[in-house]
């Protein structure tokens, strides 16, 4: 079985990586940073090919594609995790950063699945993993534009799904909650830390969260939401908005 898994040079891509290798996948690992991507690949126990490559340009994101197919062979599973925060508000961040996020958590995965898809369809298998979030829910003030992106892609990955389960391709979108990387850590510090109530907010394992997406992938599961607390965010959307309108003056700095 032949696994790709973008931004898998550290947290939650690093995790998938490990969890689809122990299980004996062939990995091809996709990241900026060559150094930490041979780092996970000596952790994955099987054969990986590591490709570093900026996944902020959707007309070159997929220049890796064939070679990848001519080692490990077709791709069967592909999981797109890549992403990118801002933790600002919207008049204070730039439209170039803004922008640049918007590439890599939303048009790059979109251009990889677009080139993906057809081989899977015409096979009738395969499966693509949306790695969104729960911020593409609900979210805070100084993650609009992480929160726009996630809410894309997660829209694209649950209309993706209908369209191509008739044809043997199982799309999965995943919600994660905080999970502890060193993306969360970022985001809290820069809301001032881990006090009042966001010191009680549950923080999900990358492994596990790795674990469920390849038994989902496995089982043909619909979604992945993780920590489990947060399903109410996919089922009550309009009830936990209003939880964090009113939690906000407590959360922010």
């Known amino acids: 079985m032949h696994v790709v898994v973008t931004g ?3 947290g939650i891509g690093a995790a998938i990586a490990r969890e689809f290798g122990q299980a004996g996948a062939r990995l091809t690992l996709l990241a900026r940073r060559e150094a930490l991507l041979q780092e996970v690949a000596g952790t994955c126990g099987s054969p990986c090919r590591v490709v570093a490559t900026d996944l902020s340009d959707p007309a070159s994101a997929t220049h890796w594609r064939e070679e990848a197919e001519a080692e490990h062979g077709p791709i069967d599973v592909l999981v797109l995790n890549a992403g990118v925060e801002i933790t600002s508000r919207v008049a204070s961040t730039t439209l170039d950063d803004g922008q640049r996020l918007l590439a890599v958590n939303l048009l790059v995965p979109l251009a990889i699945t ?5 081989a899977m369809i015409e096979r009738g298998s395969g499966a693509i993993v949306h790695v969104a979030s729960v911020d593409g829910i609900v979210t805070l003030p100084g993650h609009a534009w992480y929160g726009a992106s996630k809410a894309g892609l997660a829209s694209f990955s649950e209309v993706l799904h209908a369209e ?6 199982h799309v999965m979108p995943v919600y ?5 990387t060193p993306m ?20 999900g394992s990358p492994d596990v969260l790795a674990r469920r997406i390849r038994v989902g992938v496995e089982r043909r599961h619909r979604r992945v939401v993780y920590p489990g607390v947060f ?3 996919r089922w009550m959307p309009a009830f936990v908005r209003a939880v964090y309108d009113r939690a906000t003056p407590w959360v922010l700095p």
């Open 114 to 118: 677009h080139a993906v898809l057809p």
């Open 184 to 203: 969360s850590d970022r985001a809290y510090e820069a809301y001032g830390g881990r006090k009042g109530l966001a010191a009680l907010i549950p923080e």
């Open 8 to 10: 898998a040079s550290s």
């Open 164 to 169: 191509v389960a008739p044809h043997g391709v």
């Open 231 to 233: 399903a109410p965010a």
């Open 176 to 180: 994660p909650g905080p999970v502890a």
